[in-house]
């Protein structure tokens, strides 16, 4: 079913061909002020110069010789330098409803992708300690990223990498030792930079409860090997649950261990040493990366023969590559800016294509309440874990309050508004006017909502400029997809549900028996009533859809417990 814009694309061409315009792609967009028009084009000004004729002249004979049989347009007016804004009929906005309830749960899915593989890597926390609101933003946005690109047709592979190595690691194992040791009634201090929260002493505490008593005075390497696997396992275990909890799933866990374990790690430092970009200085090993465009050369081993970080960065990502990804997409902390352009140049000096992978940093999160920063965790330290907060708001208010916003600004998550369960709750908001939909079914039955699912009724019987208003806004949604995905941002769609819902609420508002009697739904007229039931229906089907990206659920009736399960986790794509 050719939507309107493929319609008008296809008669301006008809119109270039006949004036001897060369291939050209017709752009159709909306136009910022709606009083313009509902698509407008700037076609003209682009083949000026090929045509040899103002831009506006060339408009004007498009206009002109535009056959409008067909379009679903109205009127074609000539606006500016050359622009042509297109106005489409009413029986052309109602119709198309029915592509939206047709498709239902496809509504809004496109192959844009054409089914080629994208890996996303997102969360990688250090299995150090619980995760915090960073990684619960994270973990919103890398999810819901996925879904994006699911929806438009890549192939998607999600995969959490486990820095389960390095400095960081031993530091964790060296402070369960200490708490280990003051379990057994030892007091020393933790060491420098030892973790300090409560979660190291519970997991001493697990260490000796299960019969590990024989470590006192035991400072050996293979004894504190011991506490790091122990370590390891129950916060690699705790983080996993508490992630599965906030309905975020992976294809695969890649441990950085197994670069080492594998060889991967000492195999990129003999690749890079055949590129002649490797050279000694001060005793460490340095690579080049000012040739790919780095502020500065970066230090690839140091002088006591253990990798910087972006070392085994760079061993990931070719493995990555030779896995068949050749589309990636990192999700990652501002922390994290500064290792962008020195991986990008190891993996460019190893023959990787410039740009690879693909990184979204995001800003870190400030949780307030009353205008006052908020840190009441006990268990982690100095920071509020994603658990405690999503215990007290809700996985849906938490995942999208992580996802309304850019991902490179700054995240304010307003604790208040978070525990609001009115409609100046935008989660809220959205959720309501979907329920709303559904109430209307609930009192309609069974027989007239089947009826609004086939599209059936009069749609040109939807003239009223708030129902108009209503179905241009629900035709927008494909392109909302489209630009989300296209952008890796998710508070594009989020911004679209909150502006849809607004217009939703204003007509179901209007059509309340009591103020506005000629706008209800569900009225004796059957023609109208059927007309408006289905596009109710094409509401429902929007805000479900597009909660359904965010992995927001879309209750059907407003409830203290309103969500529903999140959809199943996608298939792994066959190996390549």
């Known amino acids: 079913m050719n939507d309107p814009r493929t319609r008008i694309a296809e008669a301006v061409q008809r119109v270039l061909a006949g004036m001897g315009a060369g291939e050209t792609e017709v752009r159709l967009e909306r136009p910022r002020d709606p009083t313009h028009g509902d698509w407008a084009t700037s076609v003209a000004l682009t083949l000026a110069k090929e045509l040899k004729k ?12 535009l056959d409008l049989a067909d379009t679903g347009i109205s009127a074609v007016e000539v606006a500016g330098p050359g622009f042509l804004n297109f106005r489409l009929s009413s029986g052309s906005i109602a119709a198309q409803l029915e592509r939206i309830v047709i498709e239902d749960e496809a509504y809004g899915f496109s192959v844009t992708g054409g089914g080629e593989r994208m890996i996303v890597e997102w969360v990688s926390a250090n299995p150090t300690g619980p ?11 890398g999810d819901t990223i996925c879904d994006l690109l699911s929806a438009t047709g890549w192939s998607v592979y999600r995969e959490y990498y486990y820095n389960d190595a390095g400095n ?31 979660y190291i002493l519970d997991i001493a505490k697990q260490l000796y409860l299960q019969g590990k008593e024989g470590y006192r005075g035991d400072d050996s390497p293979a004894s504190l090997e011991v506490f790091r696997k122990f370590a390891v396992r129950l916060l690699r275990a705790e983080q996993d649950r508490d992630l599965a909890e906030f309905r975020v799933q992976f294809h695969n866990h890649y441990l950085e261990s197994s670069l080492y374990n594998e060889g991967r790690v000492e195999a990129t430092i003999q690749a890079l040493r055949a590129t002649g970009l490797v050279f000694e200085e001060d005793g460490a090993v340095w690579l080049r990366t000012t040739t790919y465009g780095d502020d ?38 501002s922390d994290h800016h500064g290792t962008v352009a020195r991986v990008r140049a190891g993996l460019r000096a190893l023959g990787l294509p410039e740009g690879y992978p693909e990184y979204v940093i995001h800003q ?22 994603l658990r405690e907060l999503f215990e007290m708001v809700g996985v849906d208010v938490a995942r999208y309050f992580f996802l309304m916003r850019k991902p490179e600004g700054q995240l ?88 849809t819902s607004g217009v939703v609420n204003s007509w179901y508002h209007a059509g309340n028996p009591s103020r506005n009697p000629e706008l209800a739904v569900l009225i004796a007229d059957p023609d109208l009533r059927a007309a408006r039931l289905v596009l109710a229906r094409a509401v429902r089907v929007v805000l479900r859809n597009g909660l359904r990206i965010l992995n927001v659920s879309a209750p059907v009736r407003m409830e203290r417990a309103l969500e529903e399960p999140p959809p199943a986790p996608p298939a792994a794509p066959p190996a390549s």
């Open 54 to 65: 103002p831009p506006r002249q060339i408009a004007a004979e498009i206009a002109a010789a």
């Open 131 to 141: 995760l915090h609101l960073g990684h619960g933003r994270q973990a919103a946005l």
């Open 168 to 198: 960081q690691i031993e530091m964790l194992a060296k402070s369960v030792r200490t708490r280990y040791l003051q379990v057994l009634g030892e007091w020393i201090e933790l060491p420098e930079g030892g973790y300090q929260g409560d």
């Open 296 to 333: 500065k050369d970066r230090v690839m081993v140091r002088g006591d023969g253990a990798p910087t970080y972006f070392l085994p960065d760079i061993a990931y990502h070719m493995a990555k590559w030779e896995r068949g990804f050749q589309h990636a997409i990192n999700v990652q902390g």
């Open 364 to 385: 870190m999160v400030r949780l307030e309440q009353g205008g006052k920063e908020v840190k009441f965790s006990k268990r982690a330290g100095s920071y509020t874990t």
């Open 412 to 499: 304010v998550f307003d604790l208040d508004m978070a525990l609001d369960q009115s409609e100046k709750n935008p989660v809220y908001k959205i959720q309501y006017a979907h329920a709303r939909m559904c109430s209307i079914f609930g009192k309609a039955g069974q027989a007239l909502e089947a009826e609004a699912k086939a599209g059936k009724g009069d749609l040109t019987r939807l003239d009223h400029p708030v129902e108009l208003a209503l179905v241009k806004h629900l035709a927008e949604y494909p392109e909302v997809v489209e630009r989300a995905a296209a952008t890796r941002a998710p508070h594009t769609l989020c911004e679209y549900l909150e502006q």
